[in-house]
């Protein structure tokens, strides 16, 4: 079988990605999709008029240079219509010393206002929320929206799974493709490693014996680890003012699961049902992702004290649903 020309589906059928927001992060994710060849179609939605269509400009004028490709753009809603995947991007800007958890209120705010409008033009689009904090903002969006669960969920521990992976990856001297590992729960403060099914080069990392000169992976380094992981992201922050390039490819990626039908098992956000007793709260777990969005959530083993990780994780996640009243 042939494999899938860039920016069609598997039957040959263009594809369209729209993404709503046009600031650091939602600019590089259109950016990284056009220059991957994620969509033959890429829209732009933002209610600055004039800052989206100067990224559609900009964007426009590198079309030489990448997969053949349309980008469009505008203020009004009817530009995402017919989307294939819709990404939302667009949230409260998180400031040095913020939590994520300080974003929820006038994110949720914004989501309700904006989304019943893009499910109007793009009906049968699968929905991914990126806008911090993903998992309640992609909770409230389900509530909002009405989509069924599989269509609507969040970039959730994508990003902070790579994390892990290149600390890893560093820490023990191989490449970055060789290590399999999964941050869960809250893509925030309560998120946790899930040590027991990572591997490196196929050896559970419980049991990998680090190469001559290489410090060991014991209890106290993998604590180290995922501190450097949680603590990534206000690095970024108190450094140049936003997260963008990684989170851009991050859920590129993910767009290209979907799109792709790849059948890829990433660890996104989206509502459990009886995932280790836990249910009614959307947080990351390895999950199946294709064309119909999360279909399957994967019950990889997990230790006792990570099962107490993620309930604890859930617990606080469920903490804000109540406190703004979802």
Known sequence: ?????????????????????????????AYAALARGSARTIALLDVNKAKVEAEVLDLRQGLMF?????????????????????????????????????????????TGKILPGIVEVAPDAVYLMVTNPVDVVTYAALKISGLPRDRVFGSGTVLDSSRLRVVLAERCGVAVG???AYIAG????????LWSSATIAGVPLLEWAPFSGAPPLDAQAREDVHKDVVDSAYKIIAGKGATNYAVGLAATRIIEAVLNDEHRV?????????????????????SLVD??????NVRVPLSDEEIAGLR??????R???KRFGL
């Open 291 to 296: 064309r119909r969005g999360v279909t399957e």
């Open 66 to 110: 990448t997969p053949q490709a349309e980008v469009i753009g505008s203020d009004d809603v009817a530009v995402c219509e017919g989307a294939d995947v819709v990404v939302v991007t667009a949230g409260a800007k998180q400031k040095p010393g913020q939590t994520r958890l300080d974003l929820a209120e006038a994110t949720i705010e914004l």
């Open 186 to 193: 809250e893509h925030g403060d309560s998120e946790i490693a």
């Open 319 to 321: 903490a804000v649903q």
């Open 1 to 29: 079988m042939n494999a899938a020309v860039p920016g069609t589906t598997g039957s040959g059928r263009t594809t369209k990605l729209a993404v709503v927001g046009a600031g650091a992060v939602g600019s590089t994710l």
């Open 312 to 317: 604890a994780s859930a617990d606080s996640m």
């Open 266 to 286: 990433m660890p996104v956000s989206s509502l459990l049902d009886d995932y280790y007793g836990i249910s009614d709260v959307c947080l990351s777990v390895p």
């Open 178 to 180: 060789n290590v399999h």
